[in-house]
């Protein structure tokens, strides 16, 4: 079955999911776009088939020729957008991070619980990634024995002028925050941020940032988090168990060797190197909600306990020491189903 869908916000993520899913594999075509800004929207959906510019989200969400919604607008405006799409009872895709409080994700964790369905999912797309699902898959085999360790590197070349301080751990980081949950299939227990000498390149960020995870079953994690590296875009992460390590290979597709020096080349940014986790992502998608089903992703709570996590670190940040995460137990709707 063809799924239409809406997309709110439609800047560079927005603009990147709205070319995969426009007539994307699944059968999905994209047949409304809203922005704060009405030119670009009008842009967007002129170069479209089937798209017409609405004036805000809310009518995108209430729109009846709009079947499922993608939420790519600026982060503060997530809650409102994925709670009215509960509200319309619209299955809705909300990039990271799911709001910009614990307060928010949690009142829209309260609303699906109380609509008694699972609508939502959020942009963790690492999950997706085909280097990180080989990475759980090793894990989980027990191939390196029982994780001990896990050491990941989340690294940019530059970041835009609107990135501010915070954003390191609410916008960056939460990407380990949630690959960590996924991988090792614990929850985190406790954080602590560490401010190393500060990149002359950052200027008034904190940057680079060691953060310091633990997890419940006291496997430890550590993530650089630099966003001024200049030479690329760049994601390490290398699990040590007890009998052997796994790491995700250098993703350039093939390597220089000349005038005595080995090359491979460096992804430009986050677009170059996860494009096939978002075409996975979005397809796998799309597939689900057509045929009716709750989205199989990472859902409502995950982007909860992302942004319960993601509070404690930016605590560490600002005030310094180890911050205990205190998670309350999921709700039924969010309980794995009974195999
Ligand atoms: C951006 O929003 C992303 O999602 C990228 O994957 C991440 O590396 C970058 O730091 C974020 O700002």
Redesign the pocket.
Known sequence: MALDVGVVGVGM?GQEHVRRLDGGPGGSRVVAVADADAARAADVAGRLPAAKALPGGAELIASDAVDAVVVTSWGPTHEEYVLACIAAGKPVFC??PLATSQEATRRIVDAEVAAGRRLVQV?F?RRYDPAHRALKQAVDSGVIGAPLLVHCA?R?AS?PPH?TRD??IA??AV?EIDELRWLCGQEITAVQVLTPRKSSRGGELQDPLLVLFELADGVLADVE?S?NVHYG?E?RCEVSGETGTVQLADPAPVHIRREGAVAGLVPA??RE??ALSYDIELREWVDTVAAGRPPAGPGAWDGHVAQVVSDAALRSLHEGGRVLVELPSPPGLYAPAAA
């Open positions: 993520i990039e990271k942009g797309n989340h940019n970041v990135y954003m390191s916008d960056t990407h988090v966003v875009y994601i940014d986050w190197r996860f």
